[in-house]
């Protein structure tokens, strides 16, 4: 049996522009991450609440 859930809470990110300067990075929070350009940005699937930043990152 499934019950209905419903959730109602409000989210604030807190997006950084960082540069990497070399080393190696570790992941700690995903289960994978990847590098690519700003202007491939617009090819992922983005949860809605990360899409105004992602607009913004792609107009740098």
Do not use: N, R
Request: include cysteine.
């Amino acid at each position: 049996m499934k019950l209905p859930l419903k959730w109602e809470f409000s989210l604030h990110l807190y997006p950084f522009l960082c540069k990497w300067t070399g080393g190696l990075l570790a992941i700690a929070e995903h289960a994978q991450a990847i590098w690519v350009d700003k202007s491939e940005l617009q090819d992922y699937d983005w949860a809605e609440a990360d899409l105004p930043i992602v607009s913004e990152i792609s107009e740098l």
